[in-house]
C-alpha cells in the first residue's frame, strides 16, 4: 500500500506554525506541520493537498503565504505501507490567524530555536533537523529515504 500525504511548515519572525495533532487514524498525539492525505483528485498535484490542508486546518489561504516551495520528499515504510511525504515551507504575511479554528488538535507557534525540542514524527523530526541545519540557507529539492538511524537526504537534480 502506498500513502500519500503533505505537511507545510509557516514561518513568521523566526517562529513555525506546528500543530499538536489529535485523533488521526496515521499519526500519533505529536507536533507536525500542516497537513494530512491526498484527494483521489490530487494524487498528481501535492501542492493542491496541501494547500487546501493548510485552508481547512488554519484558514490560512495561498494569498497569505509567500515565498512556498517543496524541499522535501520522504519515503518511509512503516505499518506495512509506503509513506510518501511532501514537506513545504512557506513565510506568512503579516496576518493574524485565529489559532481556536483548529479541528485537528491545538496550533502554536514555536521558537526556531525550541522546534527539534518537540515530539515529531519520525521522518518530520529528520526532515526539520535537515531544514534548519542545510536546507534554510538553500533553495534546493531534497529526497530522503529513512533507515533506522535517520534519513539519507541527498539533493533531487534535474537531468
Known sequence: MLRNMTSIYIVF???M???YRLGSRVVQPS???IGGHFENDELNNPKACVLRELFEETGITESDIENMKLRYITLRMKNNEIRQNY???A???NVEINLEKCTEGMLEWVDIDE???KEMPFTATECLKHYLAIGKNDDKLYAGVSTVSGV???ELKEF
Open 13 to 15: 519572525k523566526n517562529k
Open 17 to 19: 506554525l506546528l500543530l
Open 31 to 33: 507536533w507536525c506541520g
Open 87 to 89: 514537506y513545504y515551507f
Open 91 to 93: 513565510d506568512l504575511h
Open 115 to 117: 522546534i527539534l525540542t
Open 152 to 154: 539519507n537526504f541527498i
